[in-house]
């Protein structure tokens, strides 16, 4: 049964992104805001096929933490379900860093490409960093919420990764207040699997943590404290804790 599920869901993303990516050619005269709306219905879609199709229900706590003003949301990765949820249930839009690469990708990489996020040149070195200094001031300037995960890939549960300094630094340097967001979405969703698991997901937000005075060793560390600190809440038996 969990193969046909999957495989069933795998088939729904299929079938339903190509449409997708065509009509984000179509509307791409439209205004971005209205771009973004529709184009999140897609991974919004995602969302409620994992829910329907694999069992993947989710919550989310600690709403009241998400501010009303510019932010950079700083989160746990763990698997392909975050990446969903993100564009789809963040209160304003949100721009993922990542690898221009992805622009060449069919269907998926065409409607990311007509969003204008955070595309950065690795074979920049380190003008890439720069190139998401610039950027992403742009887009927090626009109103929008930057997302990076800091730990670069996506981590197993009950493991951690290095945190890196990317996100710290464009907070601090943009004098932007970060988001710190802990999930255990890999629990249902490991990484690289075909086959998911039915449960339920916590998306955990955490209070919103001002960088004014910090340097970005400091910023990552508060950052990584908070996140890898929730992440022992949320299943403390991956510790030995439960």
Same mark, same amino acid.
Not at 138 to 160: A, C, S, V
């Given at each position: 049964?969990?193969?046909?599920?999957?495989?069933? #869901?795998?088939?729904?993303?299929?079938?339903?992104?190509?449409? #997708?990516?065509?009509?984000?050619?179509?509307?791409?005269?439209?205004?971005?805001?209205?771009? *973004?709306?529709?184009?999140?219905? !897609?991974?919004?879609?995602?969302?409620?096929? =994992?829910?329907?199709?694999?069992?993947?229900?989710?919550?989310?706590?600690?709403? +009241?933490?998400?501010?009303?003003?510019?932010?950079?949301?700083?989160?746990?990765?763990?698997? =392909? !379900?975050?990446?969903?949820?993100?564009? $789809? *249930?963040?209160?304003?839009?949100?721009?993922?860093? *990542?690898?221009?690469?992805?622009?060449?990708?069919?269907?998926?990489?065409?409607?990311?490409?007509?969003?204008? &996020?955070?595309? %950065?040149?690795?074979?920049?070195?380190?003008? $890439?960093? +720069?190139?998401?200094?610039?950027?992403?001031?742009?887009?927090?300037?626009?109103?929008?919420?930057?997302?990076?995960?800091? +730990?670069?890939?996506?981590?197993?549960?009950?493991?951690?990764?290095?945190?890196? &300094?990317?996100?710290?630094?464009?907070?601090?340097?943009?004098?932007?207040?970060? %988001?710190?967001?802990?999930?255990?979405?890999?629990?249902?969703?490991?990484?690289? =699997?075909?086959i998911k698991k039915p449960g339920l997901v916590t998306v955990s937000i955490g209070p919103v943590i001002d960088p004014a005075g910090m340097d970005a060793a400091e910023l990552n560390q508060k950052v990584r404290d908070w996140i890898e600190g929730e992440m022992r809440v949320l299943n403390p038996e991956r510790y030995g804790l439960g």
């Amino acid at each position: 049964m969990a193969v046909l599920r999957a495989t069933l #869901y795998q088939l729904f993303l299929v079938v339903t992104v190509i449409p #997708y990516a065509i009509a984000c050619v179509l509307w791409s005269p439209l205004p971005l805001h209205w771009r *973004y709306r529709l184009t999140a219905g !897609w991974p919004r879609l995602g969302v409620w096929g =994992a829910r329907t199709i694999l069992g993947i229900k989710w919550q989310l706590k600690g709403a +009241e933490n998400l501010p009303d003003g510019p932010a950079i949301i700083l989160s746990k990765h763990q698997s =392909a !379900w975050e990446t969903f949820f993100f564009p $789809a *249930y963040m209160p304003r839009e949100v721009c993922f860093v *990542y690898k221009k690469e992805l622009h060449w990708l069919p269907f998926f990489g065409w409607g990311l490409a007509l969003l204008r &996020m955070i595309p %950065i040149d690795r074979s920049k070195g380190r003008d $890439a960093f +720069e190139q998401v200094i610039r950027i992403g001031q742009d887009r927090i300037n626009e109103g929008r919420w930057p997302l990076l995960f800091p +730990e670069g890939t996506r981590i197993p549960p009950g493991k951690e990764g290095r945190y890196k &300094m990317g996100g710290a630094l464009l907070a601090v340097r943009t004098g932007t207040p970060v %988001i710190p967001v802990a999930h255990n979405a890999g629990e249902c969703w490991p990484r690289k =699997a075909f086959i998911k698991k039915p449960g339920l997901v916590t998306v955990s937000i955490g209070p919103v943590i001002d960088p004014a005075g910090m340097d970005a060793a400091e910023l990552n560390q508060k950052v990584r404290d908070w996140i890898e600190g929730e992440m022992r809440v949320l299943n403390p038996e991956r510790y030995g804790l439960g």
